[in-house]
């Protein structure tokens, strides 16, 4: 099993530009995590799915974020426009039916100049 | 929700010697309390975890014990080694979504050679 797939694993870009970070979830399951690291505010919560369909969006920061799952391994996190305060470590991660185990990929660092 | 405090933020140790994190939690609920070591540039991994129908769990030199009723858990490292060295987070499964875990601020651990 590959794990959780993130890409891409760095990305630079300019504040006012559209990101767009992926995630494939492991194989068979079926909840998906998102999360953003800072130094200053640790692991915080963005939005989870289960089977596809978004749970709790309460810890999406502000519209210009969005998040989706087209299909029951992939997700995308979106940000537009992008500022200067969204730098930070994103992960996603993904959780089987009946687990507690929540396995987390490996990060997408986001650096909006 | 579930509010995870950690302590302390740094902890520096000699190789060889014994280092221990210790979280509390504020939802009496939380039935489920992992940790996860992070280190640079990859995403957190699981370490150890523990339910609430026991009080201590054990696997080779890593530790967790969890004291419901004043509703803390520690981990605890033995003979540390420098490989140790990683940033170490204690979470708390909070409400009733499988998955949804609230992460303490994280220890950064620095075993010296």
């Known amino acids: 099993d590959a794990g959780v797939i993130q890409s891409p694993r760095h990305e630079v870009t300019e504040m006012g530009q559209e990101v767009t970070l992926r995630c494939k979830l492991i194989?068979?399951?079926?909840?998906l995590f998102w999360y953003r690291q800072t130094m200053m505010r640790g692991l915080e919560l963005l939005i989870y799915?289960?089977?596809?369909?978004?749970?709790?969006d309460s810890g999406m920061p502000e519209d210009r974020f969005s998040a989706k799952m087209p299909n029951a391994s992939f997700s995308t996190l979106k940000i537009q426009p992008s500022e200067p305060r969204d730098s930070a470590v994103y992960f996603c991660?993904?959780?089987?039916?009946?687990?507690?185990?929540?396995?987390f990929g490996a990060g997408s660092r986001l650096t909006v100049l | 929700g579930e509010n995870v405090e950690q302590h302390p933020s740094t902890l520096s140790v000699q190789e060889g010697d014994s280092a221990v994190i210790k979280c509390t939690y504020s939802?009496?609920?939380?039935?489920?309390f992992p940790w996860y070591k992070q280190e640079l540039g990859k995403g957190p991994q699981l370490i150890i975890d523990?339910?609430?129908?026991?009080g201590e769990k054990k696997d080779q030199r890593i530790a967790v014990t969890l004291n419901k009723t004043a509703k803390h858990f520690s981990l605890h490292i033995t003979e540390t080694q420098p490989e140790d060295s990683a940033v170490y987070f204690c979470?708390?499964?909070?409400?009733?979504?499988?998955?949804?875990?609230?992460f303490g601020r994280g220890t950064q651990l620095t075993v010296w050679p």
């Open positions: 523990i339910r609430s129908n026991v």
């Open positions: 991660a993904s959780l089987g039916s009946g687990a507690n185990v929540l396995t």
């Open positions: 194989s068979g399951h079926n909840s």
């Open positions: 799915f289960n089977n596809n369909v978004p749970i709790d």
């Open positions: 939802d009496s609920a939380s039935n489920y």
């Open positions: 979470a708390a499964e909070g409400g009733s979504t499988l998955g949804r875990l609230y």
